[in-house]
């Protein structure tokens, strides 16, 4: 079935500074959610991207969706002790289905 | 709204015991879901419910068994726990066909032993 890569699986900032993370797919995707899980609570819906190309923006957070709509990533800038935490991406999977990526876990180095 | 609520919060288990997990929200959705969450495995669907009075299988099915209660509530038994089930189980809600943010609630910690 559908499904996609999530790259990093985890990522180690020194905070202050910048990082991406990714979520491939090899087929064509319809869109595709991001959620935040911080360590000890649940997934929390972040944005949803829908169009080719679709860059949107959430304060420090930067989501974009590929041209050719396979691949989608999280740019985060000056990170934060507050940006700890899983990241998931998620894809539709028929009418009512989400599949989601194994995640990208993010720690902070004060 | 309190959203979606789960009970218990932790729970440890004998092999072979059975136990229900309750899920309710309270926000008119029509779809719910439960998934479990295991270390460097993502969220993995076990079952869902896309509308009251309907229930489908997921990803992980065996050894697990639901009930649509009504529209608020949707639980998950496991009728004979095995340490494969040691789990963080979430339950999720959504509005329905093609709206798809779903809202989870805080989880239950399960280990069976």
């Known amino acids: 079935g559908q499904q996609v890569m999530q790259i990093p699986q985890y990522q180690h900032v020194q905070e202050g500074e910048d990082f991406t993370t990714y979520c491939n797919s090899s087929?064509?995707?319809?869109?595709i959610q991001w959620y935040k899980q911080r360590p000890g609570g649940h997934p929390v819906f972040l944005i949803q991207?829908?169009?080719?190309?679709e860059v949107k923006k959430q304060k420090r957070l930067t989501f974009q969706f590929g041209e050719a709509k396979k691949n989608s990533s999280l740019h985060i800038t000056a990170t934060q002790t507050t940006d700890v935490g899983t990241y998931f991406c998620?894809?539709?999977?028929?009418?009512?289905?989400?599949?989601f990526g194994a995640g990208t876990t993010v720690t902070v180095r004060a | 709204n309190a959203g979606v609520t789960q009970t218990p919060k932790f729970q440890v288990l004998k092999t072979g015991q059975s136990m229900t997990l309750q899920c309710a929200q309270d926000?008119?959705?029509?779809?719910m879901y439960w998934y479990r969450q295991d270390p460097g495995m993502g969220l993995r669907l076990i079952y869902y419910?896309?509308?009251?009075?309907?229930?489908d299988k997921g990803e992980v099915p065996n050894g697990y068994n639901v009930s649509r209660l009504n529209k608020r509530e949707f639980s998950l038994r496991l009728e004979s726990a095995a340490p494969s089930q040691t789990s963080v189980y979430f339950c999720?809600?959504?509005?329905?066909?093609?709206?798809?943010?779903?809202?989870f609630g805080p989880g239950t910690r399960l280990t069976v032993l």
């Open positions: 419910s896309a509308s009251e009075g309907t229930t």
């Open positions: 998620a894809i539709k999977k028929g009418d009512y289905k989400l599949s």
């Open positions: 926000m008119n959705h029509n779809s």
């Open positions: 999720a809600s959504s509005v329905g066909q093609g709206v798809y943010e779903q809202f």
């Open positions: 087929t064509t995707l319809s869109n």
């Open positions: 991207l829908v169009k080719s190309g």
